[in-house]
């Protein structure tokens, strides 16, 4: 069993940065590729962002490459999502998850995490 808890999100202005932190429960964590989505009401769960157990490979959508950076720290059980650049488009309910996949492996599939966490806002007005 995993649990998750997310933090750091608020409310910032266009142009500027946060670093959401999601912390996991358990002695297992680096066996879990971690993944970030984000959502707004009335539309779907958006991948954002996922990473490997070992924390050496990662994947970003598209719409977040070069402004987010998905990082871990196993000794920390902790995952962050650096956000830098950041749009209105950007405002949402940002959950992290973790799915037990081995060696290399990340998922930007929501169906393939089978825990998640509370999730934290974004607001990023213009």
């Known amino acids: 069993q995993v649990q998750l808890a997310e933090s750091g999100g608020g409310l910032v202005q266009a142009g500027g940065s946060l670093r959401l932190s999601c912390a996991a429960s358990?002695?297992?964590?680096?066996?879990?590729?971690m993944g970030w989505f984000r959502q707004v009401p009335g539309k779907e769960r958006e991948f954002v962002a996922a990473?490997?157990?070992?924390?050496?490979?990662?994947i970003h959508a598209d719409s977040v490459k070069d402004r987010f950076t998905i990082s871990r720290d196993n000794a920390k059980n902790t995952v962050y999502l650096q956000m830098n650049s950041l749009k209105p488009d950007d405002t949402a309910v940002y959950y992290c998850?973790?799915?037990?996949?081995?060696?290399?492996?990340?998922?930007?599939?929501?169906?393939?995490?089978?825990?998640w966490g509370q999730g934290t806002q974004v607001t990023v007005s213009s």
């Open positions: 358990g002695r297992t964590f680096s066996s879990y590729a």
């Open positions: 998850a973790a799915a037990y996949i081995v060696g290399r492996g990340v998922s930007c599939i929501s169906t393939t995490y089978g825990y």
């Open positions: 990473i490997n157990g070992g924390g050496y490979n990662s």
